[in-house]
Nanobody, 124 residues
């Protein structure tokens, strides 16, 4: 099992930046494909970004490409999401998630573990 804990959320003005981090427990972090999702109340959870076990490949929601960057440090059991040029529509609770097997990145149901989420609010 792995436990995930996000941090780094907060309130930022449009155009600003935030860096989200997700710390994972356990010694098998490098076995997991990692993803970031977000959810706004009343809307479905949305895939934002994903990264393979080695960090060699990354995937992004079209609307965040060029603004967000996902990275991981397997030695420190962390995955991060650098968010630049933030927009009001990026406001959401952001979750990190882990999966043991590859598959459809955007399918939240295929992820095995989830963090508790961190709120990101972008004021316009």
């Amino acid at each position: 099992q792995v436990q995930l804990a996000e941090s780094g959320g907060g309130l930022v003005q449009a155009g600003g930046s935030l860096r989200l981090s997700c710390a994972a427990s356990g010694r098998t972090f490098s076995r997991y494909w990692m993803g970031w999702f977000r959810q706004v109340p009343g809307k479905e959870r949305e895939f934002v970004s994903g990264i393979t076990k080695s960090g060699g490949s990354t995937y992004y929601l079209e609307s965040v490409k060029g603004r967000f960057t996902i990275s991981r440090d397997n030695a420190k059991n962390t995955v991060s999401l650098q968010m630049n040029s933030l927009k009001a529509e990026d406001t959401a609770v952001y979750y990190c998630a882990a999966r043991l097997s590859p598959g459809n990145w955007v399918q939240g149901d295929e992820y095995d573990y989830w963090g508790q989420g961190t709120q990101v609010t972008v004021s316009s």
